[in-house]
């Protein structure tokens, strides 16, 4: 009935600031799901990814958090919503931000 997920990352991004070589990305990431119903599945997720920028001494953390479900209608058809809430913390202040998503997917199979 619960499934619980994790993700673990790293990854290189190149730029092309000349004041960088690009950055190191560290990603992770918690994820709970739960079998409501047969057809109805509850989910919540977090996450935070840390990126140093390799010859500056900017820094930036992202923290990301929410919530979604699924309901099964047929065998073909699935209605999901979600939301998610996301919020970067950079030791360049004008990068910081906060973001809000709403999402609703109709989602047919075949």
């Known amino acids: ?10 990854s290189l991004n190149p730029t092309t ?5 690009g950055s190191v990305i560290y990603d992770g990431a918690l994820g709970l799901s739960y079998a409501w119903r047969a057809n109805v599945e509850l989910g919540a997720d ?3 990814r840390y ?4 010859g ?6 992202t923290y990301q958090m929410g919530v979604d479900a699924t309901w099964q ?17 950079s030791t360049d202040r004008t990068s910081d ?9 109709l989602r047919v199979y075949r």
């Open 1 to 10: 009935l619960v499934t619980v997920t994790t993700v673990i990352a790293s």
């Open 46 to 48: 977090a996450g935070v």
């Open 73 to 89: 209608i047929n065998r073909y058809t699935e209605l999901a919503a979600g939301f998610v809430h996301e919020w970067r913390q």
């Open 17 to 21: 600031d000349r004041d960088s070589s």
């Open 51 to 54: 990126e140093r920028f390799q």
């Open 56 to 61: 500056t001494d900017e820094v930036d953390w």
């Open 97 to 105: 931000y906060t973001s809000d998503t709403l999402r609703i997917d």
